[in-house]
């Protein structure tokens, strides 16, 4: 099978929950019908018409093992080829593309959920962390993410106060972002002084988690013509794994973000990556954004603040990103929803017409792995 | 009882739970070896040959080409490359003299000075434990960088497994659908389920989407709290979570009103007689006194057969 015999793959449509501090009056299968029954809304098509259901979820933040197999019916994967994937949401959405690329299936639904508020996350990533030499220590989330923004700094020279300054962006723009509630955001002077968590990291630095959940529509190009006027067309994907162990990973920069990229444009025939109109993209800290902000070819290494510039081709994260809403295994697949959003019109969060996108997420501790799509109308 | 979903939940919105998962790892010989001669204040590194690759503390498997590599005597003095410090310690990341990539430890003493390039000495722990804190971290302290040239070491009696475990907490929410089906438990004493207005099976617990054909349910039954075995088994085997003693009867019975299968147990005789119990025979529930009732499917003792 040649690349020509591949099936063009769409998003058909997608949709999400708010995205709160904490769902108190809400299951996980509650939140996941709602992004599911909304994402299939308008389509034409019904849960009879899905072939398969892939999802992204974690069992240590649920609280059971093998969680999808309780959230089956509020997936709609009843007698359906279901998969799980303990990832974000993006490599849910990998596999899926490669089940109609090939021709296997037509339709599929990819879920990503997760509510932080009815777990610790520090044990969450605690347990993500090597248990023979590194947990003892005391390696955790914060201090993974502040020994990773200490190399960043030192190796490009870089100010922190420029950490605090893509926080309170990240924030302004989430603030205007009708899915994400943010009843109090944090400016330029509470970000810069909030309680130092992780040197240089402060905790305004770091991103917040959110419960949520997502699910996007995914069809052959048939299937995707016929179901909306819309449709999103995904280019190219790419995804690469760095080292378990912080020590072996480059200093001041993600060395397999930038190869996921370079695998999603090779794909996607993009020569520079400053021609997309949208970027949406995953970090767990206001330093691992520019590094991967950078890893993109967004910027150059030590420039990511640049990225931000109004003058930039590209309009970076106008949802606001992860720092201001993090939903752990969700993260990257609601930056897909907010990128194909806006390409097909379906939300308007302020950056213009584009037709074409980048999107990343990132998974494991302080961003071992990472994910890379490319959309385009 | 026909009732609409939007009655007010009652005020148990929460379901405190715990997971403790206990592990025994298996560390293996370079993990093993390392914690092991931590005891005698050495620190052990690995060496690949092919790459010319020496890792403090000691790994099994090359990073670079996945050979196997070969136990050496590490050096215990180093160079600071990135420091964090958090409300509880700072951790850093030290390259460990002769080295190719550093190691992460604590810092054992201020934060003040321990900055990138500043060297630093082992601290060893008072009272050994078997683990890799018998290295206490490291402290700041003044050396000359010592040799490189790998030397070839061996630990005797090397540890080869080790007790862990992971407690893991939760606060799970009811969410409206749980949270009625518990408020009718605990205030009336009765079960619920939803009626699924395509297929017309009725879901007990509760739910907002049909699990067979998707549609949304628009409203809750009483379902009786007699029904009919549907399956059953006799436990014997222990295991971590298990909230009754072995031997018991797991049971799935499909209540009278209701289409799906609640997990309960059967009681209400000697274990013996368990073998003249069969499929399709009819159950009824026994209820806890209601002193103890707590608004949860455990109110319900145990299922009994109807004879
Ligand atoms: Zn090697
Ligand atoms: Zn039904």
């Avoid at chain 1, 605090?164 to 330029?188: H, I, M």
């Avoid at chain 1, 190869?259 to 691992?288: C, K």
């Avoid at chain 1, 999107?359 to 494991?364: D, F, K, P, S």
């Avoid at chain 2, 222990?238 to 019975?253: D, I, M, N, S």
Wanted: net charge negative; aromatic share 6%; with cysteine.
């Amino acid at each position: 099978m040649t690349p020509h015999d591949y099936v063009r793959v769409g998003i058909v449509s997608s949709a999400q929950t708010l995205l709160k501090d904490a769902w108190d009056d809400l299951q996980h299968v509650d939140l996941i019908s709602e992004a599911v029954s909304e994402a299939l809304r308008g389509t034409g098509l019904g849960m009879s018409d899905v072939d398969f259901i892939i999802n992204s979820g974690s069992d240590v933040l649920d609280g059971r093992s093998i969680s999808n197999c309780g959230f089956l019916g509020a997936m709609g994967a009843h007698h359906k080829e279901e998969s799980r994937v303990e990832e974000d949401g993006l490599w849910s959405l990998s596999y899926a593309h490669d089940k109609i690329a090939s021709g296997s299936a037509r339709v599929g639904v990819v879920i990503a959920y997760s509510k932080p508020s009815e777990s610790s996350l520090t044990a969450y990533y605690s347990a993500l962390v090597e248990p023979f030499y590194q947990r003892p220590v005391g390696l955790d989330h914060a201090s993974a993410h502040g020994l990773q923004a200490a190399q960043y700094l030192a190796v490009h020279g870089v100010d922190e106060k420029e950490l605090s300054v893509v926080a309170a962006r990240a924030w302004e723009r989430a603030a205007a972002n009708s899915s994400v509630d943010t009843p109090q955001v944090p400016g330029l002077d509470e970000i810069a002084t909030s309680p130092s968590v992780a040197t240089p990291l402060r905790a305004l630095h770091l991103s917040r988690p959110r419960d949520g959940a997502v699910a996007v529509v995914v069809a052959s190009e048939q299937v995707a013509r016929r179901s909306t006027s819309n449709p999103v067309w995904i280019s190219g994907y790419g995804s690469s794994i760095d080292s378990q162990v912080l020590g072996e990973r480059e200093p001041g920069s993600f060395p397999a973000a930038k190869a996921a990229a370079q695998r999603a444009y090779a794909r996607a025939g993009v020569s520079d990556p400053r021609t997309f109109g949208i970027a949406e993209v995953s970090a767990g800290s206001a330093a691992a954004e520019l590094m991967v902000v950078e890893a993109l070819g967004l910027a150059e290494p030590g420039q990511g603040a640049s990225a931000y510039d109004g003058a930039a081709s590209t309009v970076l994260n106008p949802s606001g990103g992860a720092l201001p809403a993090d939903v752990v295994m969700a993260t990257g697949l609601i930056r897909l929803h907010e990128a194909a959003g806006q390409l097909a019109g379906r939300l308007d969060r302020g950056a213009g017409s584009a037709s074409s996108a980048l999107v990343h997420g990132a998974g494991g501790l302080a961003h071992q792995n990472h994910c890379v799509f490319t959309l385009e109308v | 009882m026909t009732t609409g979903l939007n009655t007010p939940p009652g005020v148990s919105q929460k379901l405190a739970a715990t997971i403790g998962l206990p592990y025994t790892l298996t560390t293996g010989k370079a993990v093993g070896s390392t914690i092991t001669a931590l005891a005698s204040k050495r620190l052990t590194g690995s060496y690949c040959s092919d790459c010319q690759r020496t890792n403090v503390p000691a790994q099994d498997y090359c990073v670079g080409c996945g050979g196997e590599m070969s136990l050496i005597e590490a050096a215990d003095t180093g160079t600071i490359t990135a420091a964090t410090t958090t409300p509880e310690h700072t951790l850093l990341l030290v390259q460990i003299d002769g080295a190719s990539s550093p190691l992460l430890h604590r810092l054992v003493g201020p934060a003040e000075g321990a900055v990138p390039g500043v060297r630093v000495r082992a601290v060893w722990a008072d009272e050994t434990k078997a683990l890799f804190l018998d290295l206490e971290g490291f402290e700041v302290a003044d050396s000359e960088a010592a040799a490189s040239s790998p030397v070839d070491t061996t630990v005797d009696d090397a540890m080869k497994e080790m007790p862990y475990r992971l407690d893991l907490d939760y606060q799970h929410s009811y969410g409206p659908y749980y949270g009625r089906l518990f408020d009718e438990l605990a205030h009336h004493r009765r079960l619920v389920g939803s009626p699924c207005p395509q297929c017309h099976q009725v879901m007990v617990p509760p739910r907002e989407r049909c699990d067979v054909c998707f549609a949304r349910t628009t409203r809750l039954v009483e379902v009786q709290d007699t029904g009919t075995l549907q399956a059953f088994s006799i436990v014997h085997l222990e295991f971590v979570g298990q909230t009754r003693t072995p031997p018991y009867v797991y049971a799935e019975v499909v209540l009278d009103g209701s289409s799906t299968r609640l997990i309960h147990v059967l009681g209400g005789f000697e274990i013996e007689k368990a073998r003249d119990l069969t499929i399709g025979m009819p159950v009824r529930a026994v209820w806890k006194d209601a002193s103890q009732a707590q608004g949860t499917l455990a109110d319900i003792e145990y299922f009994e057969p109807v004879v």
